[in-house]
């Protein structure tokens, strides 16, 4: 077993990145059979809190079990961030938020999601210089990412949906000052 070091954080990382990615590139063939055809959105999003905003457009790709509502929806939204740090800084920067929903989609929907930023992921700074971790705290560095809860309403093709998030954001040299997001998404769907 080879220890864990910079360099295998890397691999791991990029094993990720192609894992995660892949995933927007599923075919809608590859659901015949066990899930209704997939249905697409495209949708605009707004989350909040008290100090900072996240505005996003992206696609949704939702695939049903045949015999029931329960399924998934893989996400990918990319949007501009505005979020005030530990030490009263603003920050401004891209996301490309990508997740997955987990839940009952019906007229009325509920689900769980998870999700991360493919931004950072791509760019993650894994310096192996000992002068340079010895003068920042390296535990404020880790990937972007969230998990959530949220409710809508599906009126075809309009579908407006609540939801809440918990994020982690931040950087090598900085943390943000809040963590929980409350937001807004309307989709068109085809």
């Known amino acids: 077993m080879y220890p864990l070091t910079f360099n295998g954080l890397t691999n791991m990382r990029n094993l990720a990145l192609a894992l995660f990615s892949s995933l927007a590139f599923i075919p809608a063939t590859s659901f015949a059979g066990i899930y209704d055809s997939p249905n697409m959105n495209l949708f605009v999003k707004s989350e909040h809190n008290s100090t900072d905003s996240i505005t996003s457009a992206g696609i949704e790709v939702m695939a ?4 029931s509502n329960f399924g998934a929806a893989f996400t990918t939204a990319l ?3 505005e979020v005030f740090t530990k030490k009263g800084d ?3 920067f891209l996301t490309l938020d990508s997740g997955i929903k987990f ?3 019906s007229d009325f929907f509920v689900y ?3 999700g991360l930023d493919l931004i950072e992921l791509a760019v993650y700074d894994d310096r192996d210089d000992h ?5 920042y705290d390296d535990d404020h560095n880790n990937i972007d990412g969230y998990v ?7 009126s075809k093709p309009f579908r407006i949906e609540i939801y809440a998030r ?3 954001i931040d950087s090598r040299y900085w943390e943000a000052q809040n963590h929980g997001y409350a937001g807004l998404q309307v989709s068109i769907s085809f």
């Open 90 to 92: 603003r920050e401004t």
């Open 103 to 105: 839940g009952y989609f």
């Open 79 to 81: 949007g501009s961030a």
């Open 64 to 67: 049903k079990n045949n015999y």
């Open 131 to 135: 002068d340079y971790s010895d003068r």
């Open 166 to 168: 918990a994020r982690e």
């Open 112 to 114: 769980g999601e998870v």
């Open 148 to 154: 959530g809860v949220g409710m809508g309403v599906d």
